[in-house]
């Protein structure tokens, strides 16, 4: 099938990397139903952004940390992609998420919790959800952290759910082998977003701190990762699978 003629569902594609993703994929001619958790106007504006790229866009609401919100989901997605004449997508990116700070000796269960069902029991259950959907052949792209390499105090809870989702991968790789789905991790480094209250994009100090642990002497930004994903689940790199790539600029090597 032509590229221009499919369709990825990216989660959280209204700010930052999703967005990104988003628009990186529109530029490719590919369509994207994504998710917001509560700002439609971001949401629209990316919508119309798309849409002006020439290819279909829709933007759907889901909070990834209410599993039993999953069902009704996959019905509204359903309806959307009965509007476009199909009945199947092709990707699948698992990128929306919450940040946090504090060390394994102050971190609370409820903010565990919190990070466990948007960052690892979200993601396994929203793909889960969709499994009956994604066309024999697609791509699935996880997106984790640097931070499961790179150890920053006080990213314990949040790291170790992204190091989930990386085993994960593998194993999805491994059980959709036979419907010819190809999974992959990115794993992004620092990137200059409004996640985490804008610290990386924001605070002088923390932008400098990063991009002087860098080998090209920046931070990241996020049309750094947009296009990558979208170049990764293209036929291009169709035999790349079950792999963590991390987009980090050489971050701390």
């Keep these: ?9 990216v989660t959280g594609g209204s700010r930052g990397l999703g967005r990104a993703t988003v628009l990186a994929l529109a530029a490719r001619g590919v369509s994207s139903v994504f998710t917001y958790n509560s700002n439609r106007a971001e949401a629209d504006k990316v919508v119309a952004l798309a849409e002006a790229a020439g290819v279909r866009a829709a933007s759907l609401p889901l909070d990834v940390g209410r599993i039993a919100s999953f069902g009704d989901f996959a019905g509204r997605l359903r309806h959307v992609l009965a509007e476009w004449g199909t009945d199947r997508f092709d990707y699948l990116v698992n990128n929306a998420g919450i940040s946090h700070h504090n060390s394994i000796e102050t971190t609370t269960q409820d903010e565990f919790d919190a990070l466990y069902d948007v960052h690892f029991k979200g993601v396994f259950f929203l793909t ?14 996880n997106v984790s952290s640097g931070l499961t390499r790179i150890i920053f105090p006080g990213s314990a809870a949040y790291a170790a759910m992204k190091g989930a989702v990386e085993v994960l991968t593998k194993y999805l790789a491994k059980e959709l082998g036979p419907r010819r789905i190809a ?33 090209l002497g920046r931070v990241g930004l996020p049309d750094d990762i947009g296009p990558m994903i979208a170049a990764l689940l293209s036929e291009d790199n169709r035999w790349i699978n079950a792999q963590r790539i991390e987009v980090s600029g050489g971050l701390s090597i």
């Excluded at 099938?1 to 569902?9: D, F, H, K, L, T």
């Excluded at 889960?128 to 792209?141: E, H, K, S």
């Excluded at 200059?192 to 100090?205: E, I, K, L, Q, W």
């Design 183 to 215: 999974v992959n991790v990115v794993a992004p480094g620092a990137v200059a977003t409004d996640f985490s209250g804008g610290m990386v994009r924001d605070n002088p100090a923390v932008n400098k701190q990063v991009a002087e642990m860098t080998a």
């Design 1 to 9: 099938m032509p590229e221009q003629n499919r369709i990825a569902i």
């Design 128 to 141: 889960q959800t969709l499994l009956p959907l994604i066309r024999d052949g697609g791509r699935i792209v």
